[in-house]
């Protein structure tokens, strides 16, 4: 095709049949070419010149081009060229200014083997990346949504799908568990992502995700289409089971009963798409209470404590009703968990009574201990609300007064032995952060009081990157099932109340810090 006795215009009649098979701008093709041959060029009249190509877009002939930049005084006769030689090479650079590029003719040449070779691998990769651009632009806004298509082959786990004008593929964690895909299967997924990259696929696409069972009751259901009804959030056990929260925009809506459809048609085949997984739905309500009743069952729950600040819920419920709510190697509960974004704690009347009688009894001896009260007191503090030292040396002596029992003195008494409770115990802490050596990143992270870096200390947390490779499970506690009994495993920082959210946020702000740095 470069030979110069081939027909010219074949040239042309290439770049166009490229360009349509690719979906291609034929410019572009035509601009590969004359960057291909124009590296094949250099390789002939020498690497140190900077060769231009330009293929004459009507009858396809190839001119070939030494380029040259006009100086004074040339200093690199292969880049630089004067006035005066410049006119030599046309008549028509007289008119050009310093700085003005000009073209020196070439003769043309038969490509040998190497340069030829050179040439297509220029023109391949060209045209290569062109496709993918191509393809980035045609599929970027796909994203979120469910793509079809064929599977065309199988790669290290992963499935190649077809879906016509390029590739996707579905890696080995975002399929479904036991999922049996063949060669030649359509399959649908969900658009994860689509991204420019180097080399492989661009179209990444998932059919574990729980926006892939969104997506499908998208589909399925014409009142979530319509925007009639909401789906508020979701939660997935690939392959096992899942819940979905859903809202009624139009409250003459039953929004689980439009999800089910009649006789369950429609939650049907969503399942069916899902390999037979299990979609548990639930109505959405403004009560986090309520909603994690609905997410719990077939369990009946008793009550609920919720602690909106913290995002905790507190779930109460009878002996035989714990196995429910917990489910099979706790899916339930950690299903209900992703649904809400709450740390759901799940327990018996008798445990909620037994945790409540040792809280009472700990802030009690605390008082009595700390601020040397009598114990009568102090559990009269902790009955009406006061949970820490801190509370009471930020309370005011009106506030106090008011609880039965306690006279202004005995107020104006109790915040100053607070204050100076909390002087002497900075003091201690702040001696005991530097006698456990911690180092002054960690010391410094916003987020971390002094009484938290004590407890990071004790257990041998003493740097910023120690912190950041922490989970916020360690720090704020976890349920784990052992030899299938549920046990409760304490987190570094659990004393101080402190939510998943925060414990993530404080993770991935020293996470930030320390690999920027």
Known sequence: MLNRRADKLELLRIAEAVALEKSIDKEL?????????????????????EIKVVIDRDNGNIGIFRKLILTEKPENINLEISLDQAVKISNENKNKNIGDEILQPLPSFDFGRIAAQTAKQVISFNVREAERERQFQDFKDKKDTILSGIVKRLEFGNIIVDLGRTEAIIQKNEMIPRENIKAGDRVKAYCLDVRRESKGQQIFLSRAHPKFMEKLFFQEVPEIYDGLIEIKSSARDPGSRAKICVKAIDTSLD???????????????????????KIDI??????????????????EVQRVNVDNELKKLDVILTEENLSKAIGRRGQNVRLATKLLNYEINIMTDQEDSERRQIEFKEKTDNFVKNLELDETLGQLLVAEGYSSIDEIKDSSTEALTKIEGIEDDTAKELIERAEEFYKKDQMEINNKIKELGLESELISHEGLTPGMLVTLGEQSILKLSDFADLSSDELTGAYDIVKGERVKIKGYLEDFALSKNEADNLIMSARDKVYKD
Do not use: H
């Open 255 to 277: 929004p689980v009963g439009a999800c089910v459809g009649m006789r369950g048609s429609r939650v049907q085949a969503v399942v069916n798409e899902l390999q037979g997984e």
């Open 282 to 299: 639930v109505n959405w309500s403004e009560d986090p209470a309520i909603v994690v009743s609905n997410a719990l069952s077939p369990a």
């Open 29 to 49: 093709i035509i601009n590969s070419m004359e960057s291909g041959i124009a590296k094949a060029a250099k390789s002939k009249f020498g690497s140190e010149n």
